[in-house]
């Protein structure tokens, strides 16, 4: 009797521990989440950098080694309209939907889920420098910039919103 009273107590508390942990630490924090959640989360993920709030970006961002993560925010303290990563001096990583580098960081960073849903995401246009895909879940914005790649996350619904506005910034001057 004792034996099991001793074995209940420490599953229970080690269940209770799991559950207050998974609670406390969001899986992973996406556009259309509060940007509280999605600080907690980053500090979680070893990849990413500590996100300090930048009022002229409209959003919180940071550097960690030759990656730049940032979420874009309707309001200091409000909600994720956009995440993106860009990787700067990297040869080996190109954010495409075929390159198992990237795949893998995305993995790393979000989870299986999402490098699987922008991996059989289906190419969309090209505007510009960026190329614009639409998941089951998130449409995916990527573009070669200056000495890397760089991957956008946003909601599905705004993807004709995020491609009407790059055409428009094609012939029309935009404060980005």
Known sequence: MVKSYKFNYLFNATASAIAVILAVTPANALPGENISTVVKWAKTRPQLPTLR??????GYGGTKGKLYFYADVTS???T??????TV???????????????????????NSQIA???????????????LFY????????????????????????????????????QT????L
């Open 53 to 58: 709030y930048n009022s002229e970006a409209h």
């Open 76 to 78: 200091e303290n409000g």
């Open 80 to 85: 994720v309209t956009k995440e993106g990563i």
């Open 88 to 110: 700067s001096g990297s040869d080996r990583l190109k954010f495409t939907t075929k390159n198992a580098n990237a795949l893998k960081l995305l993995q790393n960073i979000y």
């Open 116 to 130: 699987n849903d922008f991996q059989k995401s289906r190419y969309t246009t090209k505007i510009g420098r960026d």
């Open 134 to 169: 639409r998941g089951q879940k998130f449409a995916y914005i990527t573009a070669e910039v200056q000495g890397g790649s760089s991957f956008e996350i946003i909601p599905l619904r705004n993807l004709q919103e995020f491609i009407n506005n790059a055409k428009y910034c």
């Open 172 to 175: 029309n001057q935009c404060d």
